[in-house]
T-cell receptor, first 113, second 116 residues
Framework: AQTVTQSQPEMSVQEAETVTLSCTYD???????LFWYKQPPSRQMILVIR??????QNATENRFSVNFQKAAKSFSLKISDSQLGDTAMYFC??????????FGTGTSLTVIP | DAGVIQSPRHEVTEMGQEVTLRCKPI?????LFWYRQTMMRGLELLIY????????DSGMPEDRFSAKMPNASFSTLKIQPSEPRDSAVYFC??????????????FGQGTRLTVV
């Protein structure tokens, strides 16, 4: 079975600080993509960052970076210099062959001024 | 491209009525997903299509739910009869196939369904 686990339902961080959201997954597939999506109060789902499983180098997008540990099946998201606009629900997800997307239950992040 | 387009944005209906949610995926995408989001259960995959063919509908909660994709540019999710516990935000998403470069799921704005 394919599963995605986000063990932190809620987190908070002071503005300008760094926060890390955790995600673990389980799959027997060898070829897959990993994603972090952000859902602000507007409820629009926005892609934050993407990682191909065959790439060892961790993906980065400006203030967002991941720590991808393939053997441990771990895919955490680090947000540096947190901003008020980062307040949102964050979903970890992965895509396997057959085009099936699996999502975690989400982590609600609040950035405190 | 305008992105994934869902209609309506909001729907309020009475229990027992039929509800139809609509989705237009991004042109060229060959995968389409329907998700339901609630506070209790988070984001649940209901069904997904590849090349207009339903691949996995194991997430469809009951026979009251049905989904169709008559062509590559249109899909519907129907609930008949609707019940108050169906109240949720329903998302449609589309994507290219795995391995086709910049694969990601593009989401529509969602339909907020309220059944009273």
């Amino acid at each position: 079975a394919q599963t995605v686990t986000q063990s932190q339902p809620e987190m908070s961080v002071q503005e300008a600080e760094t926060v890390t959201l955790s995600c673990t997954y389980d799959t027997s597939e060898s070829n897959y993509y990993l994603f972090w999506y952000k859902q602000p109060p507007s409820r629009q789902m926005i892609l934050v960052i993407r990682q191909e499983a065959y790439k060892q180098q961790n993906a980065t997008e400006n203030r967002f970076s991941v720590n991808f540990q393939k053997a441990a099946k771990s895919f955490s998201l680090k947000i540096s210099d947190s901003q008020l606009g980062d307040t949102a629900m964050y979903f970890c997800a992965f895509l396997i062959t057959g085009n099936q997307f699996y999502f975690g239950t989400g982590t609600s992040l609040t950035v405190i001024p | 491209d305008a992105g994934v387009i869902q209609s309506p944005r909001h729907e309020v209906t009475e229990m027992g009525q039929e509800v139809t949610l609509r989705c237009k995926p991004i042109s060229g995408h060959n995968s389409l997903f329907w998700y339901r989001q609630t506070m209790m259960r988070g984001l649940e995959l209901l069904i997904y299509f590849n090349n207009n063919v339903p691949i996995d509908d194991s997430g469809m909660p009951e026979d009251r739910f049905s989904a169709k994709m008559p062509n590559a540019s249109f899909s519907t999710l129907k609930i008949q009869p609707s019940e108050p516990r169906d109240s949720a935000v329903y998302f449609c998403a589309s994507s290219f196939a795995l391995g086709a470069g910049n694969t990601e799921a593009f989401f529509g704005q969602g339909t907020r369904l309220t059944v009273v």
